[in-house]
């Protein structure tokens, strides 16, 4: 079966994320809104496999394979399996 | 004496880098990445741009290729290699050189002159240099802060930074593989230079490196 | 836009008999008035576009200026204002990608680009999104393409809050015996290279000829994302292309058909182009969609089957997708095949251009000057320097890399026009700089558009440049709307008089029609970008001063 | 209460998305892989609601008021809903 994997690649919490905070403040701010956000990379990945978490977990071996975040600053995660 | 400029899909900086080296007195040959071949250049020059179109992110795609692992070899070797800019991203992402360079604080990309201190002299791009010496280049990018992991020597910093980099840093070195955000090959020709050609010792000491 | 009624009836009569599904799309595609120029040829033909220097004037993909002996430069303008007013961060990015393409056809590399940005007050949320989403377009592209933007203008006025006004202008040189020589002949072939065709075009230059009224969201097919990566190895391929083909092509409005009808009118041969055979993305397209869909970042060779070999190494080298298309032929005609089949077939005499279409005039009478008060003059000098459309301009080119390439003499904002080092000759430099106001083409279109120029002229002449050329975007609302019309033909004769009177010719432009939000046009808007030679860039004068120096002013 | 709301901000389905094309090509291809990838943004909000539905429908709703997608050309999509 096919799943779409969604994987997030983001900055560990370490980090700070500016590109986040823009839009915090430039955007929502000059709406009224007071909201945080944190800025990521969403991939989704179309997997072959037999149950939604053997897709999740093969879309991370890829991903780590593949280096889809750099371990140095990125942490990857799987938000969401979607059978296809 | 053979310094290959590598290109890449992508590569936009490979022919600035041959202007460079020609007004420094020496001929480079212009190497797309699928030709490049350990054991025949002296030196390499990383060229600047958008490999792959900084996508993913910058410089993930690139140092995916066999060319990096030729590249690699070379470098245990003791060849120099230079990594301008995307670079000076992918020698990151390859693992030549430590920390990673992640997308500017404040966001989005930046294009300016700044002045840059070269801080260590110790390798066969900075030698010509003073150390502590001040000079100008332009930087033009989007994803220069620099984040360390781990040890690392900076070789260049900015005076004012720019980017958000950790300590200021714009460029590391570890032995004979040098990579800088700001760009030594658009400050040699002096028509479009700011305040002095600043990138000009860079090559020249490439070359009488190669030449010693 | 479907054909006129007149239209239709002069190609039924000319075939005797219904155009095909496939001949409907290509004559609605060709003759649509993005590509055909129907309402506007007649009037921009009095533009001067001669000078002894002038190699190439305008007609053509790009024109061709000798700089230098054995020198050319070659420059043109785009305007992109529907699709950026649908999708800003796309629609910028592929108006600055479709014209880099245009200098690419003539062999040059691309070495600047302009951009003149006329935006809705930044205040407004809509104007802002528009504004900062164009600006980012344009950024992504240029940079990635490494192609430095130079320089430009930009300018804030409430007509433009929904409906931007976004022109991206591109310098190029080239080698005379770089440029491809042309001269095709019977059985030379024709090959499409760059992105596989797909649906997201289609529509796009009949898109352009129509107006804006909400967001429309079924305008869709005329949004395209932009793909620099694939730009860039076009820019790559054609810099050693020279030697493997003939002539060049860039795939833009009106996409294959166009530039098949293009093709067998420029040499005067017929053409056989088998549909089928270009390289889709969208598997599911049939005849009429190839033909007409507009899928950017892709480029029209035509090379000798001898050279075939030395064409196809390159493709593969940088990657590029290709296919084999058509071959030139001895009969006049122009016959579309799919699957082996003819789906059309035309007479050579009938694709070229489409019937001139003038429409009726009528001039308005701009509404009386408001009242301008007499502030103190403290007050005056704060509110002058910090309108938007005074300020300092930093926050916006420095998103922009205007130093890659390594010639950049006068960099944004040191100068009042962009110098450009010709390396390959030298201390030689080009300075070139693009100016507009719409608010003087408001209220006079003649004189606004004469005073766009010569502003251009003055730039680029205090910077010590020598104005050698011109090209302009006119852009106006709709051409059945008579006062729209008439400030079409009043700007193009206001160009024509400052043309003549400052001996600078005028080799290339662009007509946007159209430009209208919920029925209303938005300020008629006029650029020229003026081209000039600098002798010596090491002479270049730098708006650098200081304490002591004197401040003269010249003039009336 | 708090809640962490992760926003997909991609192509609609029908337009192009080179990225995805050159990471799948270009980076999982060279390793062996066969993998269909979309790219898109990944936004965290930390929205206060009552409910996981209310922190979802807020987000999009501010969403679509920022404009954190253009409605011409993308589809923001919920993935995700985590109290925090
Ligand atoms: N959108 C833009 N992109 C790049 N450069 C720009 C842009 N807008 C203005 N500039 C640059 O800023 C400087 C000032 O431009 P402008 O305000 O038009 O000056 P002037 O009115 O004197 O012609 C020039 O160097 C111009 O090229």
């Given amino acids: ?84 | 004496m053979r310094i290959a400029v590598l290109k890449f899909p992508g590569t936009n900086g490979d022919y600035d880098v041959l202007r460079a080296l020609e007004l420094a007195g020496a001929r480079g040959e212009l190497v797309w990445y699928r030709d490049y071949a350990a054991g025949k250049y002296d030196a390499v020059v990383l060229a600047g741009g958008f490999s792959y179109g900084d996508r993913l992110r910058a410089g993930a795609i690139a140092a995916a290729t066999k060319a990096m692992d030729h590249v690699r070899e070379d470098a245990e070797r003791g060849v120099p290699v230079l990594g301008i800019c995307n670079g000076f991203q992918i020698l990151t992402e390859a693992g030549l050189l430590p920390g990673a360079l992640i997308p500017n604080d404040p966001p989005g990309f930046i294009s300016r002159w700044v002045a840059v201190r070269v801080v260590d002299t110790r390798t066969p791009f900075t030698y010509l240099y003073e150390e502590g010496e001040v000079v100008y280049m332009p930087i033009a990018h989007g994803e220069g802060r620099y984040v360390p992991a781990g040890e690392y020597k900076a070789a260049f910093k900015y005076v004012d930074n720019p980017n958000g980099s950790y300590d200021n840093v714009a460029g590391v070195y570890e032995k004979n593989v040098l990579g800088l955000m700001p760009h030594p090959e658009r400050a040699v020709d002096p028509h479009v230079s700011r305040r002095g050609a600043g990138g000009l010792k860079l090559w020249l000491g490439l070359i009488s490196w190669l030449r010693r | 836009m479907a054909l006129s009624p007149g239209e239709l009836e002069l190609i039924r009569s000319a075939l005797g008999r219904e155009p095909t599904e496939v001949e409907y799309a290509l004559f609605r595609s060709h003759w649509s008035e993005h590509c055909s120029y129907k309402s506007t040829r007649m009037w921009l033909r009095r533009l001067p576009s001669k000078a002894p220097w002038v190699v190439r004037g305008p007609g053509t993909d790009a024109p061709l200026v000798e700089i230098a002996e054995g020198l050319y430069a070659t420059f043109k303008i785009e305007s992109h204002n529907h699709p950026s007013a649908v999708d800003p961060y796309n629609g910028a990015a592929t108006g600055v990608g479709g014209i880099i393409r245009d200098i690419l056809t003539v062999g040059a590399r691309p070495i600047a680009l302009l951009v003149n940005l006329h935006f809705g007050p930044p205040s407004h949320p809509h104007a802002r999104w528009i504004a900062v989403n164009v600006i980012r377009g344009i950024s992504d592209y240029g940079n990635r393409v490494g192609v430095p933007v130079v320089g430009g203008e930009t300018w804030f006025h409430e007509d433009f809050t929904y409906t931007p006004i976004v022109l991206a202008t591109c310098v190029g040189i080239v080698e005379k015996d770089g440029v491809p020589p042309g001269g095709a002949e019977p059985g030379d072939l024709i090959i499409v290279a760059g992105l596989g065709a797909d649906k997201s075009g289609l529509g796009g230059s009949a898109f352009a000829s129509k107006t804006l009224s909400e967001e429309a969201e079924e305008d869709l097919g005329a949004v395209q994302v932009a793909d620099p990566l694939m730009g860039k190895k076009l820019i790559d391929l054609v810099r050693e292309a020279r030697s493997c083909v003939k002539f060049i092509k860039d795939l833009g409005g009106g996409g294959l058909a166009t530039a098949l009808a293009e093709l067998a009118e420029w040499f005067q041969l017929g053409v056989v182009a088998e549909l089928d055979k270009i390289h889709m993305a969208d598997r599911e397209m049939g005849p009429a969609e190839v033909l007409t869909s507009e899928t950017q970042e892709r480029m029209v060779f035509v090379t000798s089957p001898s050279k075939l070999e030395c064409l196809e190494r390159l493709l593969e080298k940088f990657e590029v997708p290709y296919s084999i298309v058509g071959r030139f032929t001895a009969e006049g005609r122009v016959v579309l095949k799919w699957r082996g089949e003819v789906v059309g077939d035309l007479p050579l005499s009938l694709v070229a251009k489409a019937p001139e279409t003038p429409w009726p005039q009528e001039p308005y009478a701009p509404p009386p000057l408001p009242h301008v008060p007499e502030p103190p003059i403290e007050k005056a000098i704060d509110a002058v320097l910090s309108s938007p459309n005074v300020a300092f301009k930093q926050a916006i080119y420095e998103r922009f890399d205007f130093d890659v390439g390594v010639r950049t003499v006068l960099k944004p904002g040191e100068g009042d026009a962009a110098v450009l080092k010709i390396y390959e000759r030298g201390n030689l430099g080009l300075a070139v700089k693009g100016d507009a106001n719409p608010r003087f083409t408001y209220l006079n279109p003649r004189l606004g558009a004469a005073n766009a120029f010569i502003k251009a002229y003055r730039n680029v002449a205090v910077v010590g440049g020598r104005p050698l050329a011109a090209v302009d975007s006119i852009n106006v609302g709709s051409p059945s709307r008579p006062s729209a019309y008439w400030q079409f033909v009043e700007a193009v004769e206001g160009l024509r008089e400052a043309a003549e009177a400052l001996g600078v010719p005028i080799v290339g432009g662009k007509v946007s029609l159209y430009n209208e939000y919920k029925g209303k046009p938005v300020a008629p808007t006029v650029a020229v970008v003026v081209l000039g030679v600098v002798e010596d860039v090491s002479k270049v004068n730098k708006a650098v001063w200081k304490e002591g120096d004197g401040v003269y002013v010249w003039g009336v």
């Fill in chain 1, 1 to 84: 079966m096919k799943y779409a994997v969604y994987l997030n690649v983001t900055y560990k919490p370490s980090i700070r994320d500016p590109e986040g905070e823009t839009i915090s403040k430039d955007l929502l701010g000059r709406l009224g809104y007071s909201v945080e956000v944190r800025a990521g990379k969403c991939l989704v990945l179309v997997i072959d496999a037999q149950s939604p978490e053997e897709a999740a977990s093969n879309a991370l071996k890829i991903a780590k394979e593949a280096r889809l975040g750099n371990p140095n600053v990125h942490v990857v995660e799987v938000l969401k399996v979607a059978p296809l």
